[in-house]
């Protein structure tokens, strides 16, 4: 089947796609899809049954982030841990976020049984749900950032390039759609177990996420950048280094 294209517009969205999209038989094919989503009119389709309170404390969340996240609470609160495998496996991308979500407001996980269970939804073929899936998690590894540098150095191996990507982009200092992490903005150093295996990544999703990573440095650490691209530029005289490190530096 040919892979539909998105609208540019919310306002262009057809009605048979926004109707897909909220029973949850469809998946987004781009970002302004996924805002046009309505999570409370989804949320009845994917678990009926949920009280009127918890309906109505999606539906006041604004923006989508928000949404998303009291969604999860949700699904957390009413169903239990034992739900997350029903929703991670959804047909919908944005309930399969949702599980991302519901994943993160669980007491009582460590760190490593919360990136094993989520490891799945990293890998997702969806860039939505790959995307939730550290946004979602963030606030874990935030909260122990050397612990997360250690479990995640296994994931910069990994065959998947999404994997990999995951690794760095959940640690980026800054990121987007997401708080800081700030002792990675005082010194973004550790992070060198994560970005140093991945410099001259064949792939270039996993390259720019690097390179996204540096750029986020840079903004409080310009000279660290700068050396450091330019030791691997000198270590490693492979195209992929070279882009690497053009799209690191662009904002020095």
Not at 43 to 65: C, D, F, N
Not at 136 to 156: E, N
Not at 221 to 239: D, F, I, K, N, Y
Request: with cysteine; aromatic share 6%; hydrophobic share 40%.
């Amino acid at each position: 089947m040919e892979k539909r294209k998105g609208a540019r517009r919310r306002s262009e969205v057809p009605a048979e796609v926004r109707r897909g999209l909220n029973e949850g038989t469809l998946e987004t094919a781009n970002l302004v899809e996924g805002l046009v989503v309505d999570c409370a009119v989804l949320l009845g389709h994917a678990a009926p049954g949920l009280s009127r309170g918890a309906m109505a404390s999606v539906k006041s969340a604004r923006g989508i982030t928000r949404q998303m996240r009291a969604a999860g609470e949700v699904l957390a609160a009413e169903l239990g841990p034992d739900s997350f495998g029903s929703f991670a496996s959804h047909p919908s991308d944005t309930v399969r976020g949702w599980a991302a979500y519901l994943l993160a407001s669980l007491p009582g996980l460590t760190l490593r049984q919360r990136l094993a269970r989520v490891r799945p939804l990293a890998d997702d073929p969806h860039f939505a749900v790959r995307e939730w899936a550290w946004i979602a998690t963030r606030g874990a590894v935030a909260d122990d950032v050397p612990g997360a540098i250690r479990l995640l150095g296994p994931w910069t191996a990994a065959a998947s390039a999404n994997i990999r990507r995951f690794a760095v982009e959940i640690t980026r200092p800054r990121g987007v759609w997401c708080p800081h992490i700030e002792c990675l903005k005082r010194d973004p150093r550790p992070g060198l177990p994560l970005l140093e295996p991945l410099r001259s990544d064949a792939s270039r999703y996993v390259r720019d996420s690097v390179a996204n990573w540096l750029n986020d440095a840079g903004k409080n650490h310009p000279e660290w950048v700068s050396a450091l691209c330019g030791r691997w530029a000198r270590e490693s005289r492979t195209p992929e280094t070279a882009h690497l490190v053009a799209r690191a530096t662009r904002s020095l």
